[in-house]
T-cell receptor, first 115, second 111 residues
Framework: DVKVTQSSRYLVKRTGEKVFLECVQD?????MFWYRQDPGLGLRLIYF???????EKGDIPEGYSVSREKKERFSLILESASTNQTSMYLC??????????????FGDGTRLSIL | TQLLEQSPQFLSIQEGENLTVYCNSS?????LQWYRQEPGEGPVLLVT?????EVKKLKRLTFQFGDARKDSSLHITAAQPGDTGLYLC???????????FGKGTLLTVNP
């Protein structure tokens, strides 16, 4: 079974702090994704990466950056946390080898609160 | 930007009833995926449809991809309380098959 592990289930930080969210997958997947999920807005893509050291902006990259130094690990960084970044953050991975049928495998999410 | 309109946003029904969730777009997708998410967990894939007109059945769930590959539906027959959850449709496009998600349908099946 594919396992996507997010480092924290719940996290509370203060405005202005630098926040790191970590995600690790164990299936040697090339693609990794960071989403945020908010009520009424669904899942919105923040950043994705299709290879080590490669990254592309998603739909809402402002205020975020990412790092992919190793294939299995994809980190989301909030450079200076703000209250409007309070949300559920979901990491996912997939393999392009399956073509259009490739599913995304999700972690259980990190519920981040910025005070 | 590709958009997926999912409806209804909320659905509360009694056990044994049938229901349909719709996912519509003006864009063509390479594939359409349906996920189910339970509280405190990440979404889990239910099915992927690729071919226009494709119909897939998963026990009491029937998924259909529109002929033009722009829309999809999920039909549940004789809903059970265990079907309760957030249902998400997602369209895949582009060379990396990036997903565009609908906003989700929160289904509650009352015993």
């Amino acid at each position: 079974d594919v396992k996507v592990t997010q480092s924290s289930r719940y996290l509370v930080k203060r405005t202005g702090e630098k926040v790191f969210l970590e995600c690790v997958q164990d299936m040697d997947h090339e693609n990794m994704f960071w989403y945020r999920q908010d009520p009424g807005l669904g899942l919105r893509l923040i950043y994705f990466s299709y290879d080590v050291k490669m990254k592309e902006k998603g739909d809402i990259p402002e205020g975020y950056s990412v790092s992919r130094e190793k294939k299995e690990r994809f980190s989301l960084i909030l450079e200076s946390a703000s209250t409007n970044q309070t949300s559920m953050y979901l990491c996912a991975s997939s393999s392009p080898r399956q073509g259009p049928r490739q599913p995304q495998h999700f972690g259980d999410g990190t519920r981040l609160s910025i005070l | 930007t590709q958009l997926l309109e999912q409806s209804p946003q909320f659905l509360s029904i009694q056990e044994g009833e049938n229901l349909t969730v719709y996912c519509n777009s003006s864009s063509v997708f390479s594939s359409l995926q349906w996920y189910r998410q339970e509280p405190g967990e990440g979404p889990v894939l239910l099915v992927t449809v690729v071919t226009g007109g494709e119909v897939k059945k998963l026990k009491r769930l029937t998924f259909q991809f529109g002929d033009a590959r722009k829309d999809s539906s999920l039909h549940i027959t004789a809903a059970q309380p265990g079907d309760t959850g957030l249902y998400l449709c997602a369209g895949a496009g582009g060379s990396n098959y990036k997903l565009t998600f609908g906003k989700g349908t929160l289904l509650t099946v009352n015993p």
